[in-house]
């Protein structure tokens, strides 16, 4: 079993940064592919980006290449999304993610992650 508590997010201004946290229980993080991934109301969950294991692949949305950074600290099992050049679109809830079991799906997709974090509310301002 993996526990993911989430934390930093909060009412930004556009154009202002935000950097959200995830620790993980357990003591195998540092064996996991790890995702953000946000919903907005009304909409369905959508990839954010991704981390693998080894840290050699990152991945992210074409809506937020260039702003926003995934990165790990796996002595502190956690993870991070560094949020930067926010827009209004940008709001949503924002899960992390750990995916233990290395399944098929892509990482870019919800079926992949087996253990999610309970969300923590992003809200940009214009």
């Known amino acids: 079993q993996v526990q993911l508590v989430e934390s930093g997010g909060g009412l930004v201004q556009a154009g202002g940064s935000l950097r959200l946290s995830c620790a993980a229980s357990?003591?195998?993080?540092?064996?996991?592919?790890v995702g953000w991934f946000r919903q907005a109301p009304g909409k369905e969950r959508e990839f954010v980006a991704a981390?693998?294991?080894?840290?050699?692949?990152?991945y992210y949305a074409d809506s937020v290449k260039g702003r926003f950074g995934i990165s790990r600290d796996n002595a502190k099992a956690t993870m991070y999304l560094q949020m930067n050049s926010l827009t209004p679109e940008d709001t949503a809830l924002y899960f992390c993610?750990?995916?233990?079991?290395?399944?098929?799906?892509?990482?870019?997709?919800?079926?992949?992650?087996?253990?999610w974090g309970q969300g923590t509310q992003v809200t940009v301002s214009s």
């Open positions: 993610a750990v995916d233990s079991r290395f399944t098929t799906a892509p990482l870019t997709t919800p079926e992949r992650y087996d253990y």
């Open positions: 357990g003591r195998d993080f540092s064996s996991y592919n």
């Open positions: 981390l693998t294991w080894s840290g050699g692949r990152i």
